[in-house]
């Protein structure tokens, strides 16, 4: 009775530590089926930790509409290089919103220097900003093959902050001793990226900045042809780990647990994740490495680059940033440059650029 009651014991401790180590969660716990039956593909979702997200992506209401009309901005102010085809008045809100999004505490300040005019280059954060506002349009336009109709807006990523708070540089050398065995590529240093495994910690160089093929299994036992080896796979699954983490859902909402890699057995949402890392490198190789220049030593990582996007600068821990709010349409800065007449802003929006 004693050995019973002290193993009884030893389990009660153990479910004890586990609660409070987070390792398991109270109920209720949701299930929802998101694929095929037999194949576990189904979404566990809490609903305390649901309000809890839901808090935190509420998009801000838009600011009133501009009155249609007028002159261009172009015509009326000086150096507007990426928005001049918007009216005055369109001009004027879309810079009030811009500051509200990343720069509520300094305003206008944080990118025109006082006593200068508003014309003047002379804050990094200007040119960066002119730079982001092409990135932004790029998005909207070029890849509604992940983005939709939802679109983005400064405050997708920034909400608030001058530095979105969730960005990625490149790791700094490993401190490691030259006897480790193995090949060493990151492993067992847990981190948050990889969500707290032994998974590479910095997957985001290899497939986010570099364009390396995102396979685990080679389709060929032979030395020719798709060759994967473990350092690769691990790679992968470190990414994964950080998709997963990013949207808060599990392998399964976009993957068929029969078979992984088959994209005939796949959800949709496998589609728009492919699209989405492509996304990732096109932002990070064609809008923000360009920086590296501009930006000031104080804003850069240990290896001296800028910061860079990954799935979870924009998702935050939901499926569709900010929850699906549709931000953008209420911006026409937010598309590329319709034509350069005076039209009403509201025509502007309805048809950008292709």
């Known amino acids: 009775m004693n050995i019973i009651m002290k193993y009884k014991t030893s389990f009660v401790a153990l479910l004890a530590l586990a609660g409070l180590t987070g390792c398991w969660e109270r109920p209720p716990i949701e299930s929802v089926q998101t694929g095929y039956r037999g194949t576990a593909m189904v979404e ?72 200068e005019g508003l014309e003047a280059d ?41 530095v979105p708070a969730n960005t990625w540089v490149n790791a700094a050398a490993s401190t490691k001793s030259a006897k ?29 900045s570099g364009s390396a093929d995102i396979k685990v299994a080679s389709n060929t036992a032979l030395p020719a042809g798709n060759k994967k080896d473990v350092p690769n796979a691990e790679r992968t699954f470190g990414l994964m780990m950080h998709m997963s983490d990013s949207l808060g859902v599990n392998c399964t909402y976009c993957h068929n647990s029969q078979a992984f890699d088959k994209w005939s057995v796949s959800t949709p949402q496998r589609v728009t994740a492919w699209h989405g890392i492509r996304m990732a490198r096109d932002i990070n190789n064609s809008y923000l490495d360009p920086l590296n220049s501009v930006f000031p030593a104080n804003r850069k990582g240990p290896t001296g680059d800028v910061a860079k996007v990954n799935c979870q600068t924009c998702h935050q821990g939901a499926t569709k940033p900010l929850l699906g709010a549709q931000m953008a349409k209420n911006y026409p800065a937010m598309y590329s440059p319709a034509p350069a007449t005076p039209l009403p802003v509201v025509a502007q929006a309805a048809t950008p650029k292709k």
């Open 122 to 162: 002379t804050l990094y954060t200007k040119v960066v900003a002119r730079k982001m506002l092409q990135m932004t349009q790029a998005i909207n336009v070029e890849n509604k093959a992940h983005v939709g109709s939802t679109g983005v807006t400064c405050y997708t990523c920034h909400r608030g902050q001058h």
């Open 44 to 115: 566990l979702n809490n609903p305390r930790l649901m309000a809890a997200q839901q808090a935190a992506n509420v998009a801000p209401q838009p600011a009133p509409p501009a009155e249609a009309g007028g002159p261009l901005a172009s015509a009326v102010f000086k150096n507007v290089q990426v928005l001049g085809n918007l009216s005055v008045a369109e001009f004027t809100r879309t810079m009030a919103s811009l500051t509200s999004w990343v720069a509520p505490t300094e305003g206008c300040a944080y990118c025109h220097k006082p006593g």
């Open 180 to 208: 480790f065995l193995g090949v060493e590529s990151g492993q067992n240093r847990p981190s948050t990226a990889v969500s707290i495994t032994s998974l590479p910690y910095d997957p985001f160089k290899t497939y986010l």
